[in-house]
């Protein structure tokens, strides 16, 4: 019997092909999808979710620093204040208060420079509205940063950058706003 000769419809053979044949295929084409179509999508899904996880993560690091940051701000405001009212009444700040003045001038210098780090490896993670507005604040911030305290714009207009920066990041991240 040759490959070509058609078939006894009642030998093992036929009945074999007729009854295992449409399964037969769907086990390969299903071994196919299995073994190579699937992995390569879990792949990507992988890499896709764990960019995501690392953009999610950085936003907060982002978030928290920038809190950090607008916090030393408004210490250094609040004691410049004290102090120009200290000065219009004849008086200086007190030694401990100008010790504290200086820790805060630090604080401020440590959470700028975290600040500033972070917003540097966003650069590899978030697209380009969300670096337009970290640009924005990063020379509106550094224009500030050469003020005497006395000049210094109060502290809602880091607040105002704080919601931009974060606004364009939630956005790039497809998280809505509240």
């Known amino acids: 019997m040759l490959l070509l000769d058609p078939l006894d419809p009642d030998s093992p053979l036929a009945l074999m092909l007729k009854g295992w044949g449409p399964p037969l295929v769907s086990i390969v084409i299903g071994g196919l999808f299995a073994s190579i179509l699937f992995p ?19 936003a907060e690091c982002i978030a928290a620093q920038l ?24 008086a ?3 030694e401990a ?23 540097a490896r966003a650069q590899l993670y978030f697209g380009e509205a969300a670096l337009r507005e970290i640009a924005g604040f990063a020379a509106w911030d ?4 050469a003020k005497q305290l006395d000049d210094l714009p109060p502290i809602e207009e880091w607040r105002t950058w704080e919601r931009r920066v974060l606004g364009a990041m939630r956005r790039d991240l497809g998280i809505s706003p509240r």
């Open 142 to 145: 550094e224009s500030q940063a």
């Open 40 to 58: 390569r999508w879990q792949d990507r899904f992988s890499r896709s979710r764990a960019g995501l996880d690392k953009r999610m993560e950085l």
């Open 92 to 94: 200086a700040l007190a």
């Open 97 to 119: 208060e100008t010790a504290r003045k200086l820790g805060f001038v630090a604080d401020r210098n440590a959470a700028r420079d975290e600040l500033l780090d972070l917003c």
């Open 67 to 90: 809190a950090r940051y607008l916090t030393a701000w408004r210490r250094l405001i609040d004691i410049a204040r004290l102090e120009a009212a200290r000065r219009a009444g004849g």
